[in-house]
Nanobody, 127 residues
Framework: QVQLVESGGGLVQAGGSLRLSCAAS????????MGWFRQAPGTEREFVAA???????TYYAPSLKGRFTISDNAKSTVFLQMNSLQWVDSAVYYC?????????????????????WGQGTQVTVSS
């Protein structure tokens, strides 16, 4: 049974930082690409960042690159370091896993490309 469990969310002041973690079980971590998405109330879920199973390539939403960094520990956990947080970053953050296909660069930003999802962790940024 595949499980993705996010942690590390919480309340932070604007300008602060948070590090989210996603612990994966039931999948071959090296054969899956991992992604982070987020969804604020009343909005659609949007792509944040992704990393290939081998860890050699990362992808970011253009508006977040430079503030957010995705990484993994090459075992079973993927991280999202979020710096200089703004109130617009407030959302539920979801971890997701996609098969490590060669054409991942063509769909890493699409929710439909991911097979497994976590329950999400709430991030609230106070202004």
């Amino acid at each position: 049974q595949v499980q993705l469990v996010e942690s590390g969310g919480g309340l932070v002041q604007a300008g602060g930082s948070l590090r989210l973690s996603c612990a994966a079980s039931g999948i071959n971590f090296s054969r899956h690409n991992m992604g982070w998405f987020r969804q604020a109330p009343g909005t659609e879920r949007e792509f944040v960042a992704a990393i290939r199973g081998s860890g050699e390539r990362t992808y970011y939403a253009p508006s977040l690159k430079g503030r957010f960094t995705i990484s993994d520990n090459a075992k079973s956990t993927v991280f999202l370091q979020m710096n200089s947080l703004q109130w617009v970053d407030s959302a539920v953050y979801y971890c997701a896993a996609a098969p490590n296909r060669a054409d991942f660069s063509g769909y890493y930003y699409r929710q439909s490309g991911y097979d497994f999802w976590g329950q999400g962790t709430q991030v609230t940024v106070s202004s």
